[in-house]
């Protein structure tokens, strides 16, 4: 077995609908990483997700004692945030309230939900700390960002939080500084796209990528008109969870295209397809939009615009992006999700005392 050191041995879990990934980080350095795949054998039988939590404990268990591994010689066990309450931005030490929440998906059902629940349940057989890192429901909106034209209609900040933060906090590093330190622009580019104004270390305005604000993505609608849309809700040829489908996980490239898949839209054009390339064109132009529009809320004062996610590996569609926004300010591509060594950071900083861990207490997050 290994024995104590002075680094910080931290567990992430990241659960996904059909898999939990799982690594293991000495401060920031890598030192374990697997995905555990459920089978739907496994998984047949149980009502809910949360239901889960002692199937997939068990794997994750296991996985760590395969590599010599003890709970008791971790330093904490961190885990993808859920469906909660709005929060502010940082890392939540996970309480009774937090898990409840999780428990009975007070925001909805989804397997990220299991991550808090996984965390403090093998931490707390190694009594060490539990942790939560930005979840999707952090909300730091500004009071004017949340209005609408129709008040039963609020805006709504969910988002790309996690990575969207801990892209930020480099970029800052880079330059010196702390993210409390500049106003950046980042612009997650995924299955969903998600553009926030991050002004002093916080996200004061962002689009809903997830209910349909903003460019349309690999596989949603993005923002439509209003009428023409209510007309084909009322238009009697399609039924609401079709309708859903048109706004998420079948438009955008889906519908134009019939696949989600840049690396596949980038070797169509290569190939010369004409309408691949309009399309591919049309979805940069439309977050580049998303862009200026940031850059007004924070006053024309930006610091950089951060392209991170998926998307962010094509430097064709990127290079689009940057021949409109590059007026504002420096354009750096920082690719792919880096969801779990941004977990890992987010334990790091609580257990190195940079941060302290905030205490989740709903109604309290503004």
Not at 40 to 54: N, P, S
Not at 147 to 166: D, E, M, V
Not at 194 to 216: Q, S
Request: hydrophobic share 40%; net charge negative.
């Amino acid at each position: 077995m290994r024995g104590k050191t002075e680094t910080h041995t931290i567990l992430v879990i990241n659960p996904g609908s059909t898999s939990t990934k799982i690594a293991l980080y000495e401060d920031e350095r890598e030192v374990l990483e697997k995905t555990l795949h459920h089978s739907a054998a496994d998984l047949d039988g149980y009502d809910r997700i949360t239901d889960q939590y002692d199937l997939r404990k068990k794997a994750v268990l296991e996985t760590l004692s395969e590599g010599g591994y003890r709970i008791q010689e971790l330093s904490a066990v961190v885990g993808r945030g859920g469906l909660i309450h709005p929060v502010q931005g940082g890392t939540y030490a996970v309480n009774e309230q937090m898990l409840e929440d999780l428990r009975v998906g007070v925001l909805g059902e989804h397997a990220s939900n299991l991550g808090g629940i996984l965390a403090w349940t093998i931490a707390a057989e190694g009594g060490i700390p539990a942790f939560i890192v930005d979840p999707v429901v952090v909300d730091e909106l500004e009071d004017p960002a949340r209005y609408t034209g129709i008040p039963s209609i609020p805006r709504r900040s969910i988002f790309h939080a996690l990575n969207q933060k801990a892209v930020a906090r480099r970029a800052a590093a880079r330059r010196g500084g702390t993210y409390e330190d500049y106003n950046f622009i980042v612009v997650h580019l995924g299955g969903g796209i998600t553009v926030g104004a991050h002004r002093r270390g916080r996200v004061i305005d962002v689009n809903d990528g997830l209910n349909g604000e903003g460019p349309f993505t690999p596989e949603r609608s993005g923002a439509v008109p209003a009428l023409p849309l209510a007309k084909l809700c009322f238009s009697g040829r399609y039924r609401q969870e079709e309708i859903g489908k048109m706004i998420k996980g079948g438009g955008g490239l889906v519908a134009h295209l019939g696949t989600n898949d840049g690396r596949e839209v980038a070797r169509r054009i290569e190939a010369g397809d004409e309408r691949a390339r309009v399309v591919f064109h049309a979805m940069a132009y439309q977050v580049s939009k998303e862009v200026g529009a940031m850059a007004a809320v924070l006053g024309g004062q930006v610091d950089g615009v951060l392209l991170t996610g998926g998307l962010a590996w094509n430097e064709q569609f990127c290079r689009w992006v940057e021949e409109r926004v590059s007026f504002i300010a420096p354009v750096e591509r920082h690719p792919g999700e880096g969801e779990m060594v941004a977990l890992a950071e987010g334990a790091l900083r609580v257990l190195t005392g940079i941060d302290e861990p905030r205490e989740y207490r709903p109604g309290e997050s503004r």
